[in-house]
């Protein structure tokens, strides 16, 4: 199980990688067709929005690692080290479970998409979609790998 | 009904949960309680981030990390040195001048305390400058970070509000130099007071040498701003043209990046994006709920309620935003107040440009003011020296930005004049 969760950060990296490359190439390339070439590609607006939501979805579970998300945290320094580590796995049992429901919803919301089309690539929006539920994932799978140790009596 | 959105969502904030989860947790209970389906979660916050301008914020954070780590930060500070290094609390002056500089390139408060701090805390204690001044300048001139473009939280109240960019970028150049001179010139009156130390002049040599040294970087801002203004480039396309320029001077002038650096430093970049666009999207629903429950329309008709006097509303408007800005951080604040406020501001004939720059100067003023500046945080842990001496030491840094804040409130000319000269009405 471990060494599963281990591949799948590893995925995650490197699908941060390359959607961070190709949002990078596709804006390249629509600025290069709009100076050199008679009209900018129309597609490549949308592909870049879709590859940039990947990128983030896939990221978003990294920066659970390190101090990415910002929290506010003078009250709670004041109190016993005691509390302080109780809440810690209050909160980290509060974001599991806030990730698996907002994971299964974004998982009917890709669903939904299977009927839309988009407006200019004409592909289905679900695949769209699907960045959001990536992120849920993203961020359930980290949390699972930095879930906090629960102390000795 | 709110009311049950803002209690979880205060006491989510209290107990150390992360803001953007905060704001998707209260949202989360708000829509159990209120029975409304939770599939517009993940509706909501594809909506929030679907938006081609707000690709600009990975651009931008890349090419300021790929800037940095290309060594430009030493060569703008000891440029800074060579050229004001010699008057009274040069070195001082010089970190103040190097926030003005390395703002164009960062465009984030807390990005610039940690990087020049982490220079320029160490050295100038070692000169023998009070290690509480050293940390108060750093963390004070790093907000003109913000103020000066290009600048991420400009980016972001131009996507929630409709507002140009462009328009953005130029009406914060002149409320930007007008607080870092302010500050040069509050720093030159403590330095003779206290007698700070002044290095040796630099040679004109010297002085040119670290111009040409700091000129690929500092072009760098120029290809970003005139690139935007002059509408070559969308702020999306300009991000990445300063991608594609900070990769190539990092490799092939300065010689510091490599492959396997440059990797990290996408990475490390992304998951910063990563985690404002979290933010951004749960604050797209908290918005939506906002609205939907016509909060905006009472929080706009209290206000005006009170007074209608435009200098009042924009008093009072000031006095929340500081205090907003004080307790919670720049980019969270502005997502969940600025399009509220700016009904109110439009209510009694402030421009929105005028007005998105005092909000945001007052946003960024609270991330310097105690008890819970984050930038007062992070100088002082850099310098290691207590948080109140620090606090303290950055009170007439303080009183200066409030005033600077004043004059641009009371003057909508500092604010719209470039605006206007370059672009037009």
Redesign the interface.
């Known amino acids: 199980m471990k060494r599963f969760v281990r591949s799948l950060s590893k995925a995650m990296?490197w699908g941060?990688?390359l959607s961070?490359f190709l949002?990078?190439t596709l804006?390249?390339i629509?600025?290069y067709g709009r100076f050199f070439m008679e009209k900018a590609p129309s597609w490549t607006?949308e592909a870049?929005?879709v590859a940039?939501?990947y990128?983030?979805?896939?990221?978003?579970g990294?920066?659970i690692r390190?101090t990415?998300?910002?929290?506010?945290?003078?009250?709670?320094e004041r109190l016993p080290e005691r509390f302080q580590r109780n809440?810690k796995l209050?909160?980290y049992g509060?974001?599991v479970v806030?990730c698996c429901?907002?994971t299964f919803?974004?998982l009917?919301?890709v669903m939904?998409g299977w009927i839309e089309k988009s407006p200019s690539i004409k592909y289905r929006m679900a695949i769209?979609?699907s960045?959001?539920?990536i992120?849920?994932i993203s961020l359930l799978l980290q949390l699972v790998q930095q879930r906090p140790k629960a102390q000795k009596p | 009904m709110i009311w049950i959105l803002l209690v979880v969502f205060l006491v989510c904030?209290?107990?150390?949960?992360?803001?953007?989860?905060s704001l998707?947790?209260s949202c989360?209970v708000f829509l159990v309680c209120n029975g409304t389906d939770?599939?517009i979660?993940?509706?909501k916050?594809?909506s929030g981030?679907?938006?081609?301008v707000?690709?600009s914020i990975?651009?931008f954070i890349?090419a300021g990390n790929l800037m940095n780590h290309g060594g430009l930060t030493a060569k703008i500070i000891s440029f800074c040195n060579h050229l004001i290094g010699h008057i009274p609390g040069g070195l001082a002056l010089a970190n103040i001048g190097s926030s003005m500089l390395f703002a164009g390139i960062s465009g984030t408060a807390i990005s610039d305390t940690a990087s020049i701090g982490s220079v320029m805390i160490p050295a100038m204690k070692k000169e023998g400058y009070d290690p509480e001044f050293a940390c108060a300048v750093t963390a004070s001139s790093s907000t003109v970070g913000p103020i000066i473009p290009p600048s991420v939280p400009m980016i972001i109240a131009a996507t929630l509000s409709g507002l140009s960019v462009g328009k953005l970028f130029l009406a914060g150049a002149l409320p930007g130099f007008l607080l870092g001179i302010s500050m040069l010139l509050l720093t030159y009156y403590l330095a003779k007071k206290r007698n700070y130390p002044k290095t040796e002049r630099s040679s004109f040599t010297q002085v040119a040498k670290g111009f040409v040294e700091t000129f690929w970087s500092l072009l760098m801002t120029f290809i970003i701003l005139f690139g935007i203004i002059g509408g070559v480039?969308t702020p999306?396309?300009a991000s990445?043209?300063a991608?594609?320029y900070a990769y190539l001077v990092g490799t092939l002038v300065y010689k510091r990046l490599n492959f396997k650096k440059t990797?990290a430093i996408?990475?490390d970049a992304?998951?910063?994006?990563?985690?404002l666009?979290?933010l951004i999207g749960f604050a797209n629903l908290f918005g939506y709920i906002l609205v939907s429950e016509q909060i905006p329309n009472q929080i706009a008709s209290s206000i005006l309620g009170f007074s209608d006097n435009k200098y009042v509303v924009l008093l009072l408007i000031n006095i929340l935003l500081i205090l907003v800005g004080t307790?919670?951080?720049t980019i969270?604040a502005l997502l969940i107040l600025f399009p509220i406020l700016l009904k109110v501001a439009i209510g009694v004939d402030v421009d929105p440009i005028h007005f998105a720059i005092i909000a945001l100067l007052n946003l960024i003023i609270g991330l310097t003011t105690p008890?819970?500046g984050?930038c007062l945080f992070v100088a002082s842990g850099i310098g290691k020296v207590p948080l109140e001496k620090v606090s303290k030491a950055n009170l007439p840094f303080l009183g200066i930005s409030l005033f600077v804040l004043t004059l641009v409130t009371l003057f909508p000319d500092i604010t719209l004049f470039l605006p206007r000269l370059i672009l037009g009405e």
């Not at chain 1, 990415?68 to 709670?76: E, I, P, T």
């Not at chain 2, 904030?13 to 989860?21: E, K, Q, S, T, W």
């Not at chain 2, 981030?49 to 081609?52: E, S």
């Not at chain 2, 992304?270 to 985690?275: D, E, G, Q």
């Open positions: 990296k941060t990688l961070t949002f990078i804006t390249l629509q600025i607006e870049a929005r940039f939501i990128a983030i979805a896939f990221a978003a990294l920066a390190g990415y998300y910002v929290n506010f945290g003078f009250l709670v809440l209050f909160i509060i974001l806030f429901i907002f919803y974004a009917e919301f939904m769209s979609f960045g959001v539920a992120m849920g | 904030l209290l107990l150390r949960f992360p803001i953007a989860f998707g947790l989360m939770l599939i979660m993940p509706m916050m594809y981030i679907d938006v081609f707000l690709l990975p651009g890349i480039f999306t396309e990445i043209i991608v594609l990797l996408l990475l992304m998951k910063t994006s990563a985690s666009m979290v307790f919670m951080e969270a008890p819970l984050v």
